[in-house]
């Protein structure tokens, strides 16, 4: 586990973290020193449904045995490697935090059946046929990838954490071909007052204690992430964004009573 100290203090959350000019260095921070219990607090504090939204977004983008995917903010890889599982030609992953990464390529190398050696390096177990996911550092808002090479393009959890969202949203239009989707998963305050209400006392008063004890965190990652959602744009404003980038056929569909809003758009054909 990496130590790392404040970052999100209340003082720095007292404010939108979406204005602070030292986001990207405190998002990458907070990930660094989280990435150990990542998948359990996601598991723990969603009462197992995060995974189901992933397969949702999987399905919503469409895959078959030809699909090139990009997954961008990958993070442990869990939304790459639900491709993976679907069948997709290629996957890449792509996330500008080294820690999240390195659990994501050991996900990878278990999920993909990648031969083990055993102490005298002889090759132990027989690689399968499954897609490996190719995981890369890098920076959402500046893709090292050419124009039009994938199919689908998708995001978890992460566009909210990038430092420039809409240079991000233009950098997924560009690596999309003509007639490529985008699915987009993120955290949302449901329009239901009765569950906006629940949401939030277990968002903003019971999660972030009890996520920050799980992960012995002190970076504030937990206190961070309730405000970044509620200081964020709400679905509506994001698919306005989806449209003012050029996408097409953007919808937002609520999971779980609004809590997660699983977005899609397409780049249209003739662009
Ligand atoms: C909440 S995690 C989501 C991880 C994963 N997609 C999932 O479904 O669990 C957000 C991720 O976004 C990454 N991130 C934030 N800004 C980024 C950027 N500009 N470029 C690449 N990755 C970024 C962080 O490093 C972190 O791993």
């Not at 709400?234 to 779980?256: D, I, V």
Request: with cysteine; net charge positive; hydrophobic share 40%.
């Amino acid at each position: 586990m990496v130590e790392i100290g404040p970052i999100w203090t209340q003082e720095a959350l007292r404010d939108s973290p979406h204005i602070d000019a030292e986001k990207a260095r405190k998002v990458q921070g907070m990930f660094a020193a989280i990435a150990g219990s990542y998948d359990l607090n996601n598991r723990l504090h969603s009462f197992f449904q995060d995974q189901r939204w992933r397969r949702a977004a999987v399905r919503a983008a469409g895959v078959n045995a030809t699909t090139r995917v990009l997954d961008v903010a990958c993070g442990t890889g869990d939304l790459a490697e639900a491709f993976a599982d679907a069948g997709a030609a290629e996957v890449t992953g792509v996330d500008f935090t080294p820690e999240m990464l390195a659990i994501a390529r050991d996900k990878g190398r278990r999920n993909s059946g990648a031969p083990r050696a055993d102490s005298a390096g002889t090759s132990i177990s027989a690689p399968t046929a499954r897609t490996s996911v190719t995981y890369h550092q890098g920076d959402a808002m500046q893709l090292a990838f050419p124009d039009q090479s994938f199919d689908v393009v998708s995001i978890a959890f992460g566009i909210r954490n990038v430092a420039v969202p809409a240079r991000a949203l233009a950098e997924f239009f560009r690596v999309l071909r003509p007639g490529g989707r985008l699915v987009v998963l993120e955290f949302a305050d449901p329009t239901n007052p009765i569950v906006r209400w629940g949401s939030n006392l277990y968002t903003k008063r019971i999660m972030p204690w009890t996520a920050s004890m799980v992960a012995r965190d002190a970076s504030g990652a937990y206190h961070y992430l309730p405000r970044s959602v509620s200081t964020f744009l709400q679905p509506r404003e994001f698919a306005q964004k989806l449209q003012e980038t050029g996408f097409e056929q953007c919808s937002a569909a609520p999971l779980t009573m609004g809590i997660c809003v699983l977005h899609r758009a397409v780049r249209p054909k003739n662009q």
